[in-house]
T-cell receptor, first 113, second 115 residues
Framework: KAGVTQTPRYLIKTRGQQVTLSCSPI?????VSWYQQTPGQGLQFLFE???????NKGNFPGRFSGRQFSNSRSEMNVSTLELGDSALYLC????????????FGPGTRLTVT | DAKTTQPPSMDCAEGRAANLPCNHS???????VYWYRQIHSQGPQYIIH???NNETNEMASLIITEDRKSSTLILPHATLRDTAVYYC????????????????FGQGTILTVHP
């Protein structure tokens, strides 16, 4: 079974630009969560989508948004990029029930210059 | 989510068992204990989870104390490839058992396996 895929794997953007990252979950998984990882803050939860609905959101500004499509694929968007948005963005998928483990993708490395 | 406390780093000799402790003294009855690990620059990898009973899978064993205030992840025969950051996470179950995807990661334990 194919794992979680994220595209692109690496991205360089300039301050003020916007970026869209994509995540394809494992087949059959309906929940997709997004995380940001930085050396200073560690792994932080951004939001979770289940059946195209955002069910939970972390403490990030409104510049961070996401959506999920009917095929469970998800995108996250960051507008008006800041230098501090440079991070590894990770996507995780799960079947959706509470006790189900989450499977992470390899991440997208975003560098903002 | 309940707070977890882990030692910042541990060492282990290759071939020996690695025992990684985690304290979660404020855990409530409907919270699961999860373990993930992250090898440098890769996405975290699920290892194992449990509620009350000890659990074992092909990767590791999870021992949860009777009062559930602490747990130990055991890698029975550590290899160099087990060098990673190990995260102990407690997940809260919402009323009605609805899915709650958020994982709250702490700083984890850096496990270094030596030849």
């Amino acid at each position: 079974k194919a794992g979680v895929t994220q595209t692109p794997r690496y991205l360089i953007k300039t301050r003020g630009q916007q970026v869209t990252l994509s995540c394809s979950p494992i087949s059959g998984h309906r929940s997709v969560s997004w995380y940001q990882q930085t050396p200073g803050q560690g792994l932080q939860f951004l939001f979770e989508y289940f059946s195209e609905t955002q069910r939970n959101k972390g403490n990030f500004p409104g510049r961070f948004s996401g959506r999920q499509f009917s095929n469970s694929r998800s995108e996250m968007n960051v507008s008006t990029l800041e230098l501090g948005d440079s991070a590894l963005y990770l996507c995780a998928s799960s079947l959706g029930g509470y006790s189900y483990e989450q499977y992470f993708g390899p991440g997208t490395r975003l560098t903002v210059t | 989510d309940a707070k977890t406390t882990q030692p910042p780093s541990m060492d282990c000799a290759e071939g020996r068992a690695a025992n990684l402790p985690c304290n979660h003294s404020t855990i409530s009855g409907n919270e699961y204990v999860y373990w993930y690990r992250q090898i440098h620059s890769q996405g975290p990898q699920y290892i194992i989870h449990g509620l009350k009973n000890n659990e074992t899978n092909e990767m590791a064993s999870l021992i949860i104390t009777e009062d559930r205030k602490s747990s130990t992840l055991i890698l029975p025969h550590a290899t160099l490839r087990d060098t990673a950051v190990y995260y102990c996470i407690v997940r809260f179950l919402l009323p009605g058992g609805t899915s709650y995807g958020k994982l709250t990661f702490g700083q984890g334990t850096i496990l270094t396996v030596h030849p």
